[in-house]
């Protein structure tokens, strides 16, 4: 249910377990955040239009429609932000793989503290992206131009392995959103070649170096807890 006037956000949560819907409520209430709660999948879209929420606290398995359809159609809706909840981390690696557009993933079981901690920055990403101004070339502080397979830190140019570059590329090129090793592998050999999700780390430690050696941050690239990493200007 909702809970007063928005202060930190309006969450819709959909959420077919009660208790746990509550906790979640209980948490977010304490952080500020009003709340609206449904159970039921088919329940999900009609809410969201009803309650015109902040953010979307999705869970994979539901009654009625499942998580990722929902999340399907909320983007095709709308930019709102959508972290997925899932009972389980193999899972995290196929919602990835399925594209379907959330901006976060948490798996059960979780503490309540973090996910609200999670709704916090995802909200906090989304708002500063929607008033940010677009940059300029010159603004920009990471500059990748895929035409010409270069990349320039506030006009310090790169010195870049091709695989730096298509990695640099792939993560710059989906802000905020995160890749799993097995995702970029794919996106950066296109030739199938036999490595490891392990060689994903070995260059993203390059990369980080590389931007901090040229005056950007080695937090640029973010690493996600068995997940994988996304990119954070």
Known sequence: MSMGLPTQ????VV???PRLAAVLGDYLAAAGYTHHWVADGNAALPAFHAQRPD???LDLMLPGR?????CRDLRRIGAVPVIMVTARVEEVD??????IGADDYVCKPFSPREVVARVG???RRH???SARPAATPAQAPLLVVEATGRASVRGRELDLTPVEFRLLAVLHGALGRAFSRDQLLG??????????DRTIDSHVKNLRRKLAEAGGSEDWIKSIYSVGYRMEL
Request: hydrophobic share 50%.
């Open 9 to 12: 956000g309006h969450v819709l």
């Open 15 to 17: 959420e077919d377990e």
């Open 55 to 57: 953010l979307v606290l």
């Open 66 to 70: 499942d998580g990722v359809e929902i």
């Open 94 to 99: 196929r919602l990835l793989g399925l594209e």
């Open 121 to 123: 920055a995802v909200l």
């Open 127 to 129: 708002r500063a992206a």
């Open 187 to 196: 996106r950066i050999y296109d030739d199938r070649r036999v490595v490891t």
